[in-house]
């Protein structure tokens, strides 16, 4: 039963597909569902904007190269268009990763909030933003049939026949009663970080004066004698798009639960401060920074986990370090699992592990179904995996090809008349390898200088 149905709702009209949450993995869905049938797809997204981490927190996608001196692409197919899109716009470079988790594709995120729309527009998905999930409305067997939104109208309902859960924090399965894994229930959950975009930075004399080896022999020096009130001795920053501009991930918020709104609030404050007591550090201590000036923090704290669902299969830290092979793959991973967490002095400390020699691990059809249901699916960050294999399968190449194959396999389900547990997993490969996802580990080296993203793309 719902817990929150005013009577007489007004409805907003039907769809074949609903997606909740319009993160990379909700994009992917809807463009993919969109790609491979006539289905009406409806996506739900509570902000103003798409993209979700994507475009309000980060700008670098990982995930489509494997790391090492011989990197591969395990990316393909949807994700590949959205970079196309960003790529035709001059809005994307190729980078190496700080820590060694392979080659990131930079974007421009405010560029990206366009491509977003644009594609979306262009495959025909109804999408409607400021609307917010706050229940699903069952039949008497438990299946959904359709859910309420808080839209600028008040609540609305809608019906659908099939349903994405992309909005990371599991929403539509939580309002089901659908299991999930609390992050912070069986292992410390994942920190919390505010990025931050400096401009006004002279990279060239950063770069003269030691770059990153000089920045964290800095930030160390700044923890230990006391100066600055950093609440770690490590962090990233990186070049952006935009000449003189810098990206940042240093803010480090951990022992606060994004699940409660009071929490969060004071998560959200704590990101705030701490990003301004860098910006404060970087001008002091960096040399290239004296005139440098925070131009925009993350729309919202970046959340790295909160609900992981319980799915026909969980993907574990095994699966991962063992590379291993599942006859019903629909996504390649070779990143490692990154797990940034509290240390037990309660400095943080991030934990690495790598997929040995440089290999892949498959993603199974059976971690995008929750336990036990035919018209739902998840997708995205709430997939389900334990926290160690999430923090491996949790980059935004990962993410929007999970997305994707949740699209793909929503829209096989409507064609076919079958449920999520029983559809052919082989067609939905075969749609898959079709759309251009790689399931197999490719034998042709990648580029990964600068400007390389449309040689892969070529041949
Ligand atoms: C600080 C930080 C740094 C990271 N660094 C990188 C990196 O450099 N590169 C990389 O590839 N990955 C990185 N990651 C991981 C990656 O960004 C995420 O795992 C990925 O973006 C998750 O995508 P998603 O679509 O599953 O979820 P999200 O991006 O969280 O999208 C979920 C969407 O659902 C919407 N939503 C939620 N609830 C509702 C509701 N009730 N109603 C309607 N809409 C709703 C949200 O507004 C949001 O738009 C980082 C993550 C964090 C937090």
Redesign the pocket.
């Known amino acids: 039963m719902p817990l929150l149905v005013p009577a007489h709702l007004p409805s907003l009209p039907p769809a074949d597909l609903l997606v909740?949450?319009?993160?990379?993995?909700?994009c992917c869905a809807a463009l993919a569902a969109r790609e491979s049938a006539g289905a009406t797809v409806l996506l739900?997204?509570?902000?103003g904007f798409?993209?979700?981490?994507?475009t309000?927190?980060?700008d670098?996608?990982?995930?489509f190269f494997t790391p090492g001196a011989h990197p591969r692409k395990v990316v393909g197919g949807v994700p590949d268009r959205v970079v196309d899109a960003l790529d035709r716009v001059g809005a994307v470079f190729l980078r190496p990763n700080t820590y060694g988790a392979g080659t990131?594709v930079n974007y421009n995120p405010e560029r990206l909030k366009r491509v977003w729309d644009e594609l979306l527009a262009r495959a025909g998905v109804r999408v409607l933003l400021h609307?917010?999930?706050?229940d699903v409305l069952t039949e008497g067997s438990g299946r959904i049939t359709g859910v309420v939104l808080l839209t600028r109208q008040g609540f609305v309902q809608v019906s659908a026949r099939r349903f994405i859960d992309?909005?990371?924090?599991a929403?539509l399965c939580h309002h089901a009663g659908i299991d999930s894994e609390r992050a912070g229930d069986l292992e410390p959950a994942q920190t919390?970080?505010t990025?931050f975009r400096l401009a006004a930075v002279d990279l060239d004399a950063y770069e003269r004066a030691g770059g990153k080896s000089l920045l964290m022999a800095k930030m160390a020096e700044a923890v230990d004698r006391g100066t600055h009130a950093l609440p770690r001795k490590a962090g990233s920053l990186h070049r952006m798009n935009v000449s003189g501009c810098v990206s940042t991930?240093c803010v480090r918020v951990a022992g606060l639960d994004p699940n409660d709104s009071e929490q969060l609030t004071t998560a959200e404050q704590e990101g705030r401060r701490q990003a301004f007591i860098y910006e404060d550090f970087l001008r002091d201590c960096i040399p290239g920074f004296g005139d440098a000036r925070i131009i925009g923090l993350s729309h919202q704290i970046?959340?790295?986990e909160t609900r992981r669902v319980y799915g026909e299969y969980r993907l574990t830290r095994a699966d991962c370090l063992g590379a291993t092979r599942f006859p019903d793959c629909v996504a390649l991973c070779g990143a490692p699992i990154e797990d940034h967490r509290a240390g037990p002095d309660g400095t943080e400390e991030t934990a690495w592990a790598y997929v040995p020699d440089n290999q892949v691990y498959d993603v199974p059809y059976r971690t995008l179904v929750p336990r036990g249901r035919d018209e739902l699916w998840v997708?995205?960050?709430?997939f389900s995996a334990t926290h160690d294999a999430h923090a491996s399968c949790?980059?935004?190449?990962q993410?929007m090809s999970l997305?994707a194959a949740a699209g793909f396999a929503a829209s096989l389900s409507l064609e076919s008349g079958l449920g999520a547990r029983t559809l052919s997993v082989p067609d939905l490969q075969e749609r898959l390898r079709r759309s251009g996802t790689p399931l197999v580990f490719p034998e042709r080296g990648a580029f990964t200088q600068a400007g390389d993203w449309a040689r892969n793309r070529s041949g």
């Open positions: 909740v949450g319009g993160g990379t993995a909700g739900i997204e509570r902000q798409l993209g979700g981490t994507s309000g927190v980060l670098t996608f990982y995930g990131g609307a917010i999930l706050v992309a909005s990371g924090d929403v919390l970080t990025t991930v970046g959340i790295r997708a995205g960050r709430c949790r980059s935004m190449g993410t997305g």
